[in-house]
């Protein structure tokens, strides 16, 4: 069973225009959040994490925002620019038990910006 | 530095031959990752390294798979007898750590299609 969860497998959005990018996980013993980028033909790199003891964090034109209660968690790219077009994943980790530490990804959103 | 090194980028085999897969992560990291993505369960952790030792391999999917680490700049991970279904992008990373406010980087990835 996934225990990160991204269901929309794809977005479509104006230049300009706000991207949201929702992930949704299941083990309550997440304490780490991750948002990875990748293009075609490359590894993904990182964007930006956020600390299961903070609800937001920012990097210019990217925030991340952690609702602990619904589990839920969403990337805000604003303005999104054609360059954004890629997939992202959402990712997880635990610092407790015997997988700690280690990164547990959802399956991707393909986001599309128009130009 | 350039980054993790993944060989070859590109791989076709037919069923039951072997298949290496070659990494070199960044200098100085003490912990390397082999994933493998596919559409059906996305991006995965088959194994991971720390100093060169195997700390977790509870993701490698059976016995035909195998991987090594001889010394830090370098890893393999061989299937032998490869199957359709082995058929993925295998992407390795490295870190500095493991956990919170570790970044992993990846590489590029292989593309293995084995008819």
């Known amino acids: 069973d996934q225990q990160v969860k991204q269901n929309s497998p794809s977005l479509s959005v104006q230049e300009g225009r706000i991207s949201i990018l929702n992930c949704d996980y299941t083990?309550?013993?997440?304490?780490?959040f991750l948002w990875y980028k990748k293009y075609p033909a490359e590894g993904p790199t990182f964007l930006i994490s956020i600390s299961s003891i903070k609800d937001k964090n920012e990097d210019g034109r990217f925030t991340v925002f952690l609702n602990k209660s619904a589990k839920h968690l969403s990337l805000h790219i604003v303005p999104s620019q054609p360059g954004d077009s890629a997939v992202y994943f959402c990712a997880a980790s635990s610092n407790y038990g015997g997988s700690q530490g280690n990164l547990i990804f959802g399956k991707g959103t393909k986001l599309s910006v128009k130009p | 530095d350039a980054g993790v090194i993944q060989s070859p980028r590109h791989e076709v085999t037919e069923m039951g031959q072997e298949v290496t897969l070659r990494c070199k992560p960044i200098?100085?990291?003490?912990?390397l990752f082999w994933y493998r993505q596919t559409m059906m369960r996305g991006l995965e952790l088959l194994i991971y390294f720390n100093n060169n030792v195997p700390i977790d391999d509870s993701g490698m999917p059976e016995d035909r798979f195998s991987a090594k680490m001889p010394n830090a700049s370098f890893s393999t991970l061989k299937i032998q007898p490869s199957e359709p279904r082995d058929s993925a992008v295998y992407f390795c990373a490295s870190s500095l750590g493991q956990g919170q406010g570790y970044e992993q980087y990846f590489g590029p990835g292989t593309r293995l299609t084995v008819t």
């Open positions: 083990n309550s013993m997440f304490d780490y």
């Open positions: 200098s100085g990291h003490d912990y």
